[in-house]
């Protein structure tokens, strides 16, 4: 974030990052945004992973390059990652997010509530 910054130098700039709800992103007293007052952090909410467009990245790469391939060595993972990601940056499109219905889940019936 220092580099960030850095290279954003205007005082007024206000700079908004989103990260995930990981605990270690949120420290109880944080001195850094304390002195950084243009800084505001956003958090995804909770089990929310797939709003991260990362996970939904490492989760194709997964599925396309690394899911029962057989690696006798780090170069190897990494060498079938560096492949995975030259093919896939040739014909990448953003990604979109549309809702298009939304379901109302009811409750789940457990066992408990059927007793008298």
Known sequence: MNDVLAAHSDPEL?????LDNLSTHKPKHDRWLVRHRN??????PTHASWLNQVE??????????????????PRQVRDAIERFAAAYNEVVTPFEWQQREVHQVGLTRHYADLRN
């Open 56 to 73: 939904v990245w490492f989760s194709i790469l997964e599925r396309a390059a690394l899911q029962g391939a057989s690696h006798t060595s």
């Open 39 to 44: 800084v505001h952090f956003h958090f995804t």
């Open 14 to 18: 206000q700079v908004h990052v989103v």
